[in-house]
């Protein structure tokens, strides 16, 4: 495994997310679900919802939809599908859910709707964590594909949603204009 350097652990110079490249112009467009039973009955405030739709726009995302659910498995499946194949947003963030409590289902939710697992994005967020604290390891967060729709799990504090935004952001530009068709594979020549 490649050691990676405290320059390579912070967040990269936010870059505007277009396809000027490829002619495509429309910017990204997202959707954010913190996943929060007390956040739900309004018992607590979210606060890593709106750090990540703050960096999404910040890095020229349209965020479409932002909101909280509480941890029900059925609830948030029943969202990914809408907003994945009714909405058809490029990414799909969600916080919270991932952890070791009976309730966190996020990743469980998250693969039944999946079409095709992208486990790097997923990989490398923990890879990158564990730089900051080995309790990444115990995060269950995944990332997937559905349909034209990138789907990551995030942690659930702002500061975990705010470093591991920070690690894969700029990277997933191409993986998003090659779900939109819009880029070729990354086969080097």
Not at 41 to 58: F, H, I, N, T, Y
């Amino acid at each position: 495994m490649k050691n990676i350097s405290e320059d390579q652990v912070k967040a990269p110079e936010e870059k505007k997310h277009t396809h000027e490249q490829s002619g495509d112009e429309r910017p990204f467009t997202a959707a954010v679900i913190t996943l929060s039973d007390k956040g739900a009955k309004g018992q607590r405030v979210d606060e890593s919802g709106p750090a990540a739709v703050q960096m999404l726009e910040e890095a020229g995302y349209e965020v479409r939809e932002a909101f909280v659910l509480p941890d029900e498995p059925e609830l948030l499946e029943k969202e990914l599908i809408r907003l994945a194949d009714e909405l058809k947003v490029d990414l799909v963030l969600t916080s919270g859910g991932t952890g070791f409590s009976l309730r966190d289902c996020t990743p469980e939710a998250t693969m039944a709707v999946a079409d095709r697992n992208a486990p790097g994005i997923a990989e490398y967020i923990r890879m990158c964590s564990a730089r900051i604290t080995d309790r990444a390891m115990l995060s269950r967060g995944v990332s997937v594909i559905r349909k034209g729709t990138l789907i990551i799990n995030l942690p659930g504090s702002p500061k975990a949603v705010r470093e591991s935004l920070g690690f894969i952001l700029h990277g997933l530009d191409h993986g998003l204009r090659i779900l939109r068709g819009s880029a070729s594979e990354c086969a080097a020549k």
